[in-house]
């Protein structure tokens, strides 16, 4: 089939590659986000998908809206009998869905009818979830409500970050995207509709909603860090002033620590909450690097009993 890829953050290249890789379909164009300013800078830098599909050849559009006319007629020229997607980050109006005989088909990492949105996997560990996997299905008006192609299942680790669990369903998710072209292009895949039961939201993770709540017990205390963990980053604050928590261990034998109260050994660095304490491994000061907990310890020197959180 002739494809038009739409796609922007890193997560989405292993299915851009696997795409290009395949001998039965052609990307003849690919869609993302507009340049973003990043770095220190604020430099104009194209997505991750621009990059790639830069590499090939291939020609990026750059809508500022999936709803601008130029950017629907260069669509329609292109002929797309497909647009697979992946993490786009942009609603497509019916203009656009309506181009390509084969519609709109997203790589969505959740198992739909479950964590529909923009966070699935920060959502799928912020609930504890044992399972969670990826859905490939044809997309509508709606909010990741059309019907199901194609599901694979992952288990979650113990130590899962959100970093660690989406790269390893964007791997295997690109097989599962694959196998969906192929199947709608021979006709032996057809979509199921999506229980009604089930359904659960995931919306975007807010600075707001990684700030952790040293009253929770630790069993939420490390579901937020690993879910936050690389973007937004968990954070406290110590001093006036943000900290990042980037990893932590629940440690069940630290009891008598109140909820934030820092316990300062010689390798380690302990926080209470409303169970028992965390350790903290590495964080991150404001302005600073990533460091071992041990170590920003040392060079801050807390006060016996300073609060986090503060």
């Known amino acids: 089939m002739r ?3 739409a796609g922007t953050p890193e997560v989405a290249v292993p299915a851009l590659d696997a795409l290009l890789a395949s001998d039965r379909h052609e990307v003849a164009a690919v869609v993302t986000r507009p340049d973003a300013p990043a770095g220190r800078g604020r430099r104009l830098v194209p997505s991750p998908v621009a990059q790639r599909a830069e ?3 291939i020609e990026v559009l750059k809508p500022a809206h999936p709803r601008d006319a130029d950017f629907l007629q260069r669509l329609r020229d292109i002929g797309p009998d497909c647009c697979p997607v992946v993490a786009y980050g942009a609603l497509l109006p019916r203009k656009a ?7 709109w088909i997203n790589l969505h990492f959740s198992l739909l009818p479950a964590w529909r949105g923009a966070a699935p996997v920060q959502h799928s560990l912020l609930a504890g979830d044992e399972l969670t996997g ?3 299905f044809q997309i509508e008006e709606g909010l990741d409500s059309g019907p199901v192609y194609g599901v694979l299942t992952e288990e979650v680790r113990p130590t899962d970050t959100s970093g660690d669990l989406l790269t390893r369903l964007a791997f295997a998710g690109a097989g599962l995207l694959v196998a969906t072209m192929d199947g709608v292009e021979d006709g032996t895949l057809k979509p199921e ?5 089930g359904i659960t939201v995931a919306p975007k993770i807010t600075v707001d909603d990684a700030r952790i709540d040293w ?3 630790a069993l939420r205390v490390d579901r937020v860090v690993r879910a936050c963990t690389p ?6 604050l110590f001093r ?3 900290l990042k928590i980037r990893t932590a261990a629940s440690d069940p034998a630290v009891t008598d620590l109140a909820p934030g109260e820092l316990l300062i050994g010689k390798n380690s660095v302990h926080a209470g909450t409303a169970s028992h304490a965390v350790e903290l491994l590495w964080v991150q000061p404001q302005g600073k690097k990533p460091m071992k907990a041990a170590d920003w310890a040392r060079g801050v020197r807390p006060d016996a009993g300073e609060i986090l959180g503060v």
């Not at 869905?97 to 519609?103: E, I, K, S, Y």
């Open 240 to 242: 006036g002033e943000r």
């Open 215 to 217: 009253t929770t017990p």
């Open 134 to 136: 990826a859905t490939t």
């Open 193 to 197: 509709p999506q229980p009604e039961d």
């Open 97 to 103: 869905l309506d181009v390509p005989a084969h519609g």
């Open 231 to 236: 973007a937004p980053g968990a954070w406290t």
């Open 55 to 57: 590499e090939e050849g």
């Open 3 to 5: 494809l038009v890829f």
